[in-house]
C-alpha cells in the first residue's frame, strides 16, 4: 500500500520527504502562511497552494484510511475476508471505491433477492444460464414454494438474485460508472408552462453536451434551472446494447441464447445500474462544477484584495444615491473619519451648487487628495459632481484631487455589521458605507477583510455551492492575502490582525486593546507583553506583523526575529551597520548567500533575507491606476458600437470577463474576443481589477447588454470568435443546431448562456 505522503506526493510531482516534513509542520501546529515564507528549507520551498493542497488531501487519505479499516474489520467479523478482497480493499483509492467493494458485504434490509436465495432460488437462476435453450418457466417449475408459488414468481425471484449480483459486483459497477461519464451526454428540456417564466433558461430549452465537456458554469446553471423547476434534465449515458454486452461480459452470461437472460441483463442495466450511474455522474459534475466555480471564486477574491491601494491620502467618498442623497466621509490618510455630511445634488432635490459648494469646503479643509465615488445608482453623475469639485480646488489654487470610481460591492453588508456598529457606534448606517468606500479606496486589503467575502461579488453561483467548502476556501485567501503583504500592527483592525497567521480573534483584540492602553508598539518583542500571545503565535506571526519607525528597522521588514542573527552576520561581514546594510542595492547584490547560510538557516531563507533587506517591507500589490471613464457615456443608451472604452475589470468567470465602462451596467467580454490566440481561461489573460481597454461590440438597450471585446480590431457585427482559431474539443459536434448558431452570436449573450440575468 502506497503511504499517504507518496500519494501526495506523486499528484503533486514532488519528493516524498517534502510532503512528510509539511506534514510533520502542520501537526506541529504552524500555519500554512509561515511554512511557506519560514520553512522553505524542510519543505523544499514549496507554496501555499502546495502546503494547502497536501492539508486538504492529508485529511481525504487519512479518513480514507479510516475507512479501509472499518470495512475490512466489518467484512472480517463476517468471516468472509479473503486474501484477494483485501488487497482490492487496501489499494483503493477513493472512498467510493471502498464502498463498491464493501457493497455485498454491507449490513441492509433484506432484498429480494435474499428472500429468494433463502427460497434455494439461487439452483434455479443457475439452471438458466446452465441451459440457455430451455424452457424457463419449465426450469422454474422444480422451485414453487410458500413465497413463490407459480413459474412467474420463481423467475422473478431468479432475475432478483441475477440483478443483485450485477449491482453488487464492484469491478463492474465501476466499469460502467467511468464509461457513462466519458460518453454520456446531458440533455435539457423545458418543463412545459414555464418557457416564459423560465426565459433566462431559454438556451437550455434543447440542449445537449457531453458530460465530460461540461463547463463548471453551464453545469450549475443546468441544475440551477432544474431546481427552480423550469428545466427537466435527461441523463444520456449512449448506446444501453453496450452496457448490456458489459454486464452479459463479465457475468459469462449466454445472451444470444436466451431471451430470459437478455431480458434479466436489460432489467438489471435499467432499474440498478443506469439508476446508480446516473447518480454518481450527477455528483461528479456537480463536486466538478463546484470546484470551478470555487477555483473562480478564489482567484477573483485574492485579485481583488491584492488590488492596488491608493496609499495613506487623505480621501472624500461618495456613496452616491437620488431621493436619499449623497452620503459623504472624509478620512485622513489613517483612515481616520474626520467628517460626514449628506447633500442632495441629483434629482428630486437637485441642490447641485450647494452640494459642490459644501464637498468643495470640506476638500479644502482636510486636505483631500482623493475622491472615491461608489459604482452603485447614480454613480456617474456623482462622478461628474466630485470632478467640479477637483476642478474647484484647483481653481482656488490648491491641488486638484483625483476622483476615483470604487466598488461599492459588500460596503452595505459592512455597514449593517456588528464590526462596523463596534467601530461607529453612533453613526448612521448610511453614512458607514461611506467611509467604507473611502478606505477601500487607500487599502482595499485592510477594508474588505471585515466583509463576508461572498459579499464582495465575484463569485459564480456562489449560493449553489457547498457553503463549508466555500467558507474554508475564501477564508485561505483571505490568509494568503494578508500574510503576503503584512500588516502594520499599530495601525490595523482586529478583524486585519485576526488573518494574520497564528492569531486568534482574542489574541486580536488584546493587541489592539494594548495598543490603545500603552500606545504604539515599538519593537516586535514587545508583543510577547500581549496576554495569550504566547510563543508559539509569536513565532507564526512575528514576520508578518510590521513596526514603522521602530528601534530596529528590521521590525518593519518580513525578516523574521529568528533570523535577525543572520543579518547581524552579513552586516559584520560588509563592515556596515544594519541601518546602512538595509535598502544598500550595490552592496547586497555583490553577496553570495552561501556564504552566510548554516545548518538551521540555509540557501533559500538567506537568498529572502537579502531580496528583504534591498527592499524592506516591499509592497507585492500593484501600482495604484484608475480607469478614466468617457465623457458623455453614462448610460447604456450612450454606447455605439465601435466606440474604445476604457474600463475596470470588476469579475471573472469561465466564459469572460465583466468590464465596468461607467454604465450602470458591466459589459461581458466573451472568453473568444479576448485574445487572438486561444485562452483557455479568462484569468490568463485579464484579472478584477485591472484598468483595460475595450471596444464596443454590439448594445442591446431593452435588456442590458453589453458586448465587448478587448480586441480592439474587431469589428462590430462580426462574429466574435471569427478571429480566433481554437482548438475542436471533444463532444463539440454533438451539439445542436442551435447551440452551435449560438456559439457565435452576440458576446453578451454568454451571460445568459450562462444561467445569470434575465
Same mark, same amino acid.
Given at each position: 500500500?502506497?503511504? /499517504? ?17 509539511? $506534514? ?35 485529511? &481525504? ?38 464502498? =463498491? ?13 435474499? /428472500? ?22 419449465? $426450469? ?25 449480483? *450485477?449491482?453488487?459486483?464492484? =469491478? ?38 457531453? *458530460?465530460?465537456? $461540461? ?13 427552480? !423547476? ?24 449466454? #445472451? ?35 470546484? !470551478? @466555480? ?5 482567484? %477573483?477574491?485574492?485579485? +481583488? ?16 444615491? &437620488? ?7 472624509? +478620512? ?10 449628506? #447633500? &442632495? ?8 451648487? @450647494? ?50 470610481? #470604487? ?48 459579499? /464582495? ?32 500592527? %499599530? ?92 535598502? %544598500? ?23 529572502? /533575507? ?36 476604457? !474600463? ?32 483557455? =481561461? ?15 461590440? =454590439? ?7 453589453? !458586448? ?51
Amino acid at each position: 500500500m502506497t503511504s /499517504i505522503a507518496a500519494t501526495i506526493a506523486n499528484e503533486l510531482n514532488i519528493r516524498d520527504n517534502q510532503v512528510e516534513q509539511a $506534514l510533520k509542520l502542520l501537526a506541529e501546529g504552524n500555519t500554512v502562511p509561515f511554512i511557506a515564507r519560514y520553512r522553505k528549507e524542510a519543505t523544499g520551498g514549496l507554496d501555499d497552494a502546495q502546503l494547502r493542497h497536501i492539508e486538504e488531501r492529508n485529511t &481525504y487519505l487519512v479518513e480514507l484510511a479510516e475507512r479501509k479499516q472499518a470495512v475490512l474489520e466489518s467484512i472480517e467479523e463476517q468471516g468472509k475476508l479473503t486474501d484477494d478482497l483485501k488487497r482490492e480493499i487496501l489499494a483503493a483509492d477513493t472512498k467510493a471505491r471502498v464502498e =463498491d467493494l464493501y457493497l455485498p458485504y454491507k449490513k441492509r434490509r433484506k432484498t429480494k433477492a435474499d /428472500i429468494a436465495r433463502e427460497a434455494g432460488l439461487e439452483a434455479l437462476e443457475q439452471q438458466l444460464i446452465d441451459d440457455p435453450s430451455a424452457d424457463p418457466e419449465t $426450469l422454474a417449475a422444480a422451485y414453487l414454494s410458500e413465497g413463490f408459488p407459480d413459474a412467474k414468481a420463481a423467475l422473478d425471484g431468479a432475475r432478483a438474485i441475477l440483478v443483485d449480483r *450485477f449491482a453488487t459486483d464492484a =469491478d463492474l459497477v465501476g466499469e460502467v460508472r467511468d464509461r457513462v461519464y466519458a460518453q454520456g451526454t446531458m440533455r435539457s428540456g423545458v418543463v412545459e408552462g414555464k418557457e416564459t417564466e423560465g426565459a433566462k433558461y431559454a438556451d437550455y430549452f434543447e440542449f445537449s453536451e457531453p *458530460f465530460d465537456t $461540461l463547463p463548471s458554469h453551464r453545469i450549475l446553471a443546468l441544475l440551477r434551472g432544474e431546481s427552480e !423547476g423550469v428545466l427537466v434534465l435527461d441523463m444520456d449515458p449512449g448506446e444501453e446494447a453496450v452496457y448490456e454486452g458489459m454486464i452479459a461480459e463479465r457475468f459469462g452470461l449466454p #445472451v444470444k441464447d436466451s431471451e430470459w437472460l437478455a431480458k434479466a441483463v436489460r432489467w438489471g442495466w435499467r432499474t440498478k445500474l443506469q439508476v446508480s450511474a446516473n447518480l454518481d455522474t450527477r455528483m461528479r459534475l456537480k463536486e466538478k462544477a463546484e470546484a !470551478g @466555480a470555487l477555483e473562480v471564486f478564489k482567484t %477573483n477574491l485574492r485579485d +481583488v484584495l491584492l488590488a492596488a491601494p491608493a496609499g495613506q491620502r487623505a480621501t472624500l467618498a461618495l456613496d452616491p444615491g &437620488y431621493r436619499n442623497g449623497v452620503k459623504c466621509a472624509v +478620512v485622513d490618510e489613517t483612515g481616520k473619519v474626520l467628517a460626514t455630511t449628506i #447633500v &442632495y445634488p441629483h434629482q428630486p432635490q437637485n441642490r447641485w451648487d @450647494a452640494a459642490r459648494a459644501e464637498l468643495a469646503t470640506l476638500a479644502a479643509e482636510h486636505g483631500v487628495e482623493l475622491i472615491a465615488v461608489g459604482n452603485g445608482t447614480a454613480s456617474r453623475e456623482s462622478e461628474k459632481l466630485a470632478g467640479q469639485v477637483a476642478d474647484l480646488i484647483a481653481q482656488a489654487g490648491g491641488k486638484r484631487p483625483t476622483p476615483v470610481v #470604487v466598488s461599492e460591492s459588500g460596503a452595505s453588508v459592512y455597514s449593517a455589521s456588528p464590526i462596523a456598529a463596534e467601530e461607529f457606534p453612533d453613526m448612521d448606517v448610511s453614512l458607514r458605507s461611506a467611509v467604507s468606500i473611502a478606505r477601500r479606496l487607500q487599502d482595499p486589503l485592510a477594508e474588505l477583510v471585515k466583509v463576508d467575502p461572498k459579499s /464582495i461579488g465575484v463569485g459564480q453561483y456562489q449560493h449553489d455551492v457547498n457553503q463549508t467548502a466555500l467558507a474554508q476556501t475564501l477564508d485561505a485567501v483571505v490568509e494568503d492575502a494578508v500574510n503576503s503583504v503584512g500588516v502594520d500592527v %499599530n495601525t490595523a483592525s482586529v478583524p486585519l490582525l485576526e488573518r494574520v497567521a497564528g492569531l486568534s480573534g482574542t489574541v486580536a483584540k488584546n493587541i489592539v486593546a494594548y495598543r490603545d492602553e500603552h500606545g504604539r508598539f515599538t519593537t516586535r518583542k514587545e508583543l510577547g507583553k500581549v496576554p495569550r500571545l504566547g510563543p508559539k503565535a509569536f513565532e507564526q506571526a512575528a514576520g508578518f506583523l510590521r513596526i514603522q519607525g521602530g528601534k530596529n528597522p528590521l521590525d518593519a521588514s518580513a525578516v523574521h526575529p529568528e533570523a535577525y542573527p543572520v543579518v547581524e552576520r552579513i552586516a559584520g561581514a560588509t563592515g556596515l551597520t544594519t541601518d546602512q546594510l538595509i535598502g %544598500n542595492t550595490a552592496v547586497l547584490t555583490r553577496l553570495t548567500p552561501a556564504d552566510f547560510a548554516d545548518e538551521v538557516f540555509g540557501v533559500p531563507t538567506v537568498t529572502d /533575507i537579502l531580496a528583504e533587506l534591498d527592499k524592506p517591507g516591499r509592497d507585492p500589490r500593484p501600482e495604484f491606476k484608475t480607469a478614466s471613464f468617457k465623457e458623455g457615456v453614462n448610460e447604456v443608451k450612450d454606447l455605439i458600437p465601435g466606440m474604445i472604452l476604457e !474600463g475596470t475589470v470588476t469579475n471573472v468567470a469561465a466564459f469572460g470577463a465583466f468590464v465596468d465602462v461607467g454604465v450602470h451596467q458591466d459589459g461581458l467580454v466573451h472568453v473568444s474576443a479576448m485574445s487572438h490566440k486561444f485562452v483557455s =481561461d479568462p484569468h490568463e489573460v485579464v484579472r478584477s481589477g485591472q484598468v483595460v481597454k475595450v471596444k464596443v461590440m =454590439d448594445v442591446d438597450v431593452a435588456r442590458n447588454r453589453i !458586448g465587448l471585446s478587448l480586441r480592439l480590431d474587431d469589428e462590430p457585427g462580426q462574429p466574435a470568435a471569427a478571429k480566433t482559431q481554437q482548438p475542436r474539443k471533444k463532444g463539440q459536434g454533438r451539439k445542436g443546431p442551435k447551440e452551435r448558431r449560438q456559439a457565435n452570436g452576440s458576446m453578451a449573450d454568454a451571460l445568459k448562456r450562462a444561467g445569470f440575468g434575465n
